[in-house]
């Protein structure tokens, strides 16, 4: 059964420090996704990614966010140094996008929360 | 960018019953999924849907591109139909990205 994993599931930082959250993607899918989620924005998209380049990190706070696909099995997003605001539900969804079966249906990981205090 | 607008915002229905959540994009769609947002967070894939008509199960949607909308429609509701339902669409002609809607947030009572 295919799935899109995340790790940490739960992280709970202090203000300052560095918090890297990971996503494996479904194997073979070549669109990887990074979304926000909280209740007052929604589900916002941060960055994405098609075959290991970033295509679009407009959503993303540039000066304390990165997003990496250090190889096609891994993304990362990281911040630093994280805020209070960040706390959040960080999910990374995979998208076999334009390789074989072709196809733009995103599928979701169970999400990061982040608790910053 | 693309405007997605859910209704209603928020849905209370007997165990039984029958509803249809809309979903309306501001602009032209050819990429667009429903998703179901359970109590513990998971956002499941109902379904894929840039254009016609799907069914699994108690769960149909219909999408009519030329008119910017698409309909989820869920049948004889049951508790764990409970939760938040998601709409996202986009355009694929540049990009593979999606815009959500706010969700509609359905409770359905015993």
């Known amino acids: 059964d295919a799935r899109v994993t995340q790790t940490p599931r739960d992280k709970v930082t202090e203000m300052g420090q560095e918090v890297t959250m990971r996503c494996q993607p479904i194997?073979?899918?070549?669109?990887v996704f990074w979304y926000r989620q909280t209740m007052m924005q929604g589900l916002e998209l941060l960055a994405y990614?098609?075959?290991?380049?970033?295509?679009?990190d407009s959503g993303m706070p540039k000066d304390r966010f990165s997003a990496e696909m250090p190889d096609a099995t891994l993304a990362t997003l990281k911040i630093q140094p994280s805020e209070p605001r960040d706390s959040a539900v960080y999910f990374c969804?995979?998208?076999?996008?334009?390789?074989?079966?072709?196809?733009?249906?995103?599928?979701f990981g169970p999400g990061t929360r982040l608790t910053v205090t | 960018g693309i405007q997605v607008e859910q209704s209603p915002p928020d849905l209370i229905l007997q165990e039984g019953a029958n509803s249809t959540l809309r979903c309306n994009f501001s602009d032209s769609v050819n990429n667009l999924q429903w998703f179901h947002q359970n109590p513990w967070g998971q956002l499941i894939n109902l379904f894929y849907?840039?254009?016609g008509t799907k069914q699994n199960g108690r769960l149909s949607a219909t999408t009519v591109a030329t008119e910017r909308y698409s309909l989820l429609y869920i049948s004889s509701s049951q508790t764990t139909d409970s939760g938040v339902y998601f709409c996202?669409?986009?355009?694929?002609?540049?990009?593979?990205?999606?815009?959500f809607g706010k969700g509609i947030t359905l409770s359905v009572r015993p």
């Open positions: 996202a669409g986009g355009y694929t002609g540049a990009n593979s990205k999606l815009t």
């Open positions: 849907i840039p254009s």
């Open positions: 194997l073979g899918h070549n669109t």
């Open positions: 990614f098609r075959n290991r380049a970033p295509l679009d």
């Open positions: 969804a995979s998208a076999p996008g334009q390789t074989k079966p072709f196809s733009y249906e995103q599928y």
